[in-house]
């Protein structure tokens, strides 16, 4: 029986479908799709994909460029050891510091009170300073007021009394050593009375600058003597100045007879003093080198309107004097400078004179020497050139061979030669061991330092 035609034309449509599914279900034959779900019903692991297959491609390459020559290596540099750990403290040890205590605040505003500050001066004085500030009134009223604005200057020294006998030794411990009746001296022994006097300039001296500081007595000055001695030897009566010092260097005098040239610094020396208080009459013809300076000096003083006239009057003194006399030479004599205060007063017994023998003990060291100049009258313990060399080496005009007063000038008074005249130095020695043997001799621990002459002999007297 046929199926009508309108029937016909409704399957077509699930026909077409039905086809379409077969032919899915066929085509997913060929994949891997049926073994996954029947692996996973299974239970088993998943199948590997399949390899992938690359075709091989040709590539056009261009030919290889040659390759440019590598550029030289430096050497490889030696290996370096890895340095210690440094540690400061092994290195150095710094040293420990000590911080100065915090200053305090200072004040808000000026207020009155005192206040003192220290401080030490070239010249050796210990200077306390001390600021007082009172009320007062306007500036313009205490300007015009002396005591507003004022300085009191006040010093304190302490005035040392002479060394006694019994105290001597600390000065020098040596003596006992050097002379032979020590002690013997000492018992006779009695403070000079020209300490008094030597005092009694040194305080004026700090009197009278005392407002001008820069021209005060210094501290090495004012403390230079330890005592002034008289001694009488207990067996023969010899007379003896002894006086305990420090020992300053002078660099005077002048011979035209020994020495006709001098040195340039000493020839335009403004300072240089060509006379000693010791002289004698030239006895050659050959003027003193310091001569045309002088002279010089004193027209050059004379064409001066301002000049002083003492200087005038100084300057003409010397011109006349070196055109007579010769002098001690300090470079080559040894001679002592005692101060003028010396030849203050009556009493002769023990006052020296110039050319009177003297000796210098420092040490065990004894040296003869001669009374050849006389000081400023503040001062004392001063020695020459020559003898502050024999010393100690290393003095010179500015530095002197003792700052202790370890140094002893015994002095003979009235025992000058009486034709004075340049040093016999044979008979320098001879007559201090003379002088030194009325005091009871040396011990033998003493040495006795002979002097000896190093200029040629003066000429004979041929008069001018």
């Known amino acids: 029986m046929?199926?009508?035609?309108?029937?016909?034309?409704r399957r077509h449509p699930f026909r077409w479908c039905l086809l379409g599914v077969l032919l899915v279900g066929?085509?997913?034959?060929?994949?891997?799709?049926?073994?996954?779900?029947?692996?996973?019903?299974?239970?088993?692991?998943?199948?590997?994909?399949?390899?992938?297959i690359i075709k091989e491609v040709v590539v056009y390459k261009p030919a290889p460029q040659p390759e440019p020559a590598p550029a030289p290596q430096p050497a490889p540099a030696p290996a370096v050891q890895p340095a210690?750990?440094?540690?400061?403290?092994?290195?150095?040890?710094?040293?420990?510091?000590?911080?100065?205590?915090?200053?305090?605040a200072l004040p808000e505003q000026a207020m009155d009170g005192s206040?003192?500050?220290?401080?030490?001066?070239?010249?050796?004085?210990?200077m306390r300073s001390m600021v007082e500030f009172r009320p007062g009134s306007t500036a313009s009223r205490d300007r015009k007021l002396k005591d507003a604005y004022m300085v009191h200057l006040s010093m304190s020294l302490y005035l040392p009394h002479a060394a006694s006998p019994a105290e001597l030794a600390a000065a020098n411990?040596?003596?006992?050593?050097?002379?032979?009746?020590y002690d013997a001296l000492m018992s006779a022994a009695k403070t000079s009375h020209w300490w008094a006097p030597l005092m009694l300039h040194k305080q004026n001296q700090i009197r009278k600058n005392a407002a001008t500081l820069s021209k005060l007595l210094d501290r090495h000055n004012f403390y230079d003597t330890e005592t002034l001695l008289e001694i009488t030897a207990p067996n023969t009566e010899r007379k003896v100045l002894w006086m305990q010092a420090d020992m300053d260097v002078v660099s005077d005098g002048s011979d035209g007879d020994r020495l006709p040239t001098m040195p340039e610094k000493v020839m335009k020396s403004d300072y240089y003093q060509p006379t000693t208080s010791y002289r004698w009459k030239k006895l050659g013809t050959v003027p003193n080198p310091l001569l045309k300076p002088w002279q010089a000096r004193l027209e050059k003083l004379?064409?001066?309107?301002?000049?002083?006239?003492?200087?005038?009057?100084?300057?003409?003194?010397?011109?006349?004097?070196l055109k007579t006399y010769s002098y001690l030479l300090a470079e080559y004599d040894p001679f002592i400078v005692v101060p003028l205060t010396l030849q203050e007063g009556r009493d002769a017994a023990f006052r020296p004179k110039p050319g009177d023998y003297a000796v210098v003990v420092v040490g065990k060291r004894v040296f003869p020497a001669i009374v050849g100049d006389f000081g400023p009258d503040f001062k004392c313990g001063e020695a020459s050139l020559r003898l502050a060399r024999d010393v100690n080496p290393k003095a010179t005009s500015y530095a002197r061979p003792i700052s202790d007063l370890g140094v002893s000038y015994l002095v003979f008074p009235g025992t000058a030669e009486p034709q004075p005249g340049p040093i016999d130095y044979p008979r320098l020695n001879t007559r201090c061991r003379e002088l030194l043997q009325d005091l009871g001799g040396l011990s033998a621990d003493a040495e006795f330092v002979e002097m000896k002459d190093l200029l040629p002999p003066p000429p004979p007297n041929k008069g001018k």
Request: proline fraction near 14%; aromatic fraction near 8%; hydrophobic fraction near 40%.
């Open 2 to 9: 046929k199926m009508p035609k309108e029937y016909r034309r």
């Open 302 to 321: 004379q064409k001066d309107k301002k000049a002083a006239p003492a200087a005038v009057k100084h300057a003409r003194a010397v011109v006349n004097d």
């Open 115 to 126: 206040f003192s500050h220290f401080t030490k001066l070239q010249s050796g004085i210990n």
């Open 173 to 181: 411990p040596d003596l006992k050593k050097v002379f032979a009746d």
């Open 84 to 104: 210690a750990p440094w540690h400061p403290a092994d290195a150095f040890a710094m040293p420990a510091v000590t911080l100065p205590p915090f200053p305090p």
């Open 26 to 52: 066929a085509c997913s034959l060929f994949t891997d799709g049926p073994a996954h779900l029947v692996q996973a019903l299974r239970g088993g692991a998943a199948p590997q994909p399949p390899r992938e």
